[in-house]
């Protein structure tokens, strides 16, 4: 299993540029979610999605849409690039059973630089 | 709104014990959680505790839970150079989501 992968890894934008960030997961989860980690700030939630066909605003989504694709992959899309969006960006799964911990797995992350 | 706060940096040497320490405001948290990152990666769960609890050990690492002061702490004995990392503390949502609610993170940096 590779688990949580994520393309690209490393991106420079310009302003005003558009992008898209790919996830996908193979265990078959059913919640992902998007994160920002900068620095001294931990990581935000930007969005994520409870369920297939279902998504949500985290505590940090504007600039920001994503698509859940189908239960494999959710993606981030930056429609119009600014520098504060310049950061790490994570994506993670999870089961959504009731009653249980519910480890979140991590990608790699990919580092955006907006100049 | 839910908030969780570490100190920044903790900076120790190889074979002493870390303790670091983070505070939560959701009293409804169900679970909490220190996840790790090394440089370069994503997180990674390193362990969790169960709010009904007080303490969880396992192999190195302690698990503290006050629920009154809402104050979780994480002990590594015999700290080792590999275990230099970022360290964050996660409360889940008291919702009927799964978010987590993460905090800043904590350098620990192991000096030899």
């Known amino acids: 299993n590779a688990g949580v992968t994520q393309t690209p890894k490393f991106q420079v934008l310009k302003t005003g540029q558009s992008m898209t960030l790919q996830c996908a997961q193979d265990m078959n989860h059913n919640s992902m979610y998007w994160y920002r980690q900068d620095p001294g700030m931990g990581l935000r939630l930007i969005y994520y999605s409870a369920s297939e066909g279902t998504t949500d605003k985290g505590e940090v989504p504007n600039g920001y849409n994503v698509s859940r694709l189908n239960k494999r992959e959710f993606s981030l899309r930056l429609e119009s690039a600014a520098p504060s969006q310049t950061s790490v960006y994570f994506c993670a799964s999870s089961e959504a059973l009731a009653g249980v911990y519910n480890e979140q797995f991590f990608g790699p992350g990919t580092r955006l630089t907006v100049l | 709104g839910e908030d969780v706060e570490q100190s920044l940096f903790l900076s120790v040497r190889e074979g002493d014990s870390s303790v670091i320490n983070c505070t939560y405001t959701?009293?409804?948290?169900?679970?909490l959680y220190w996840y790790k990152q090394e440089p370069g990666a994503g997180l990674q769960l390193l362990t969790y505790?169960?709010?009904?609890?007080d303490m969880k050990q396992d192999q190195r690492l302690t698990v503290l839970l006050n629920k009154k002061d809402k104050h979780l702490s994480l002990r590594i004995a015999d700290t080792q150079t590999g275990d230099s990392a970022i360290y964050f503390c996660?409360?889940?949502?008291?919702?009927?989501?799964?978010?987590?609610?993460f905090g800043t993170g904590t350098l620990l940096a192991v000096q030899p």
């Open positions: 505790i169960f709010s009904n609890m």
């Open positions: 996660a409360e889940k949502d008291g919702g009927a989501t799964n978010k987590l609610i």
């Open positions: 959701d009293s409804s948290s169900t679970y």
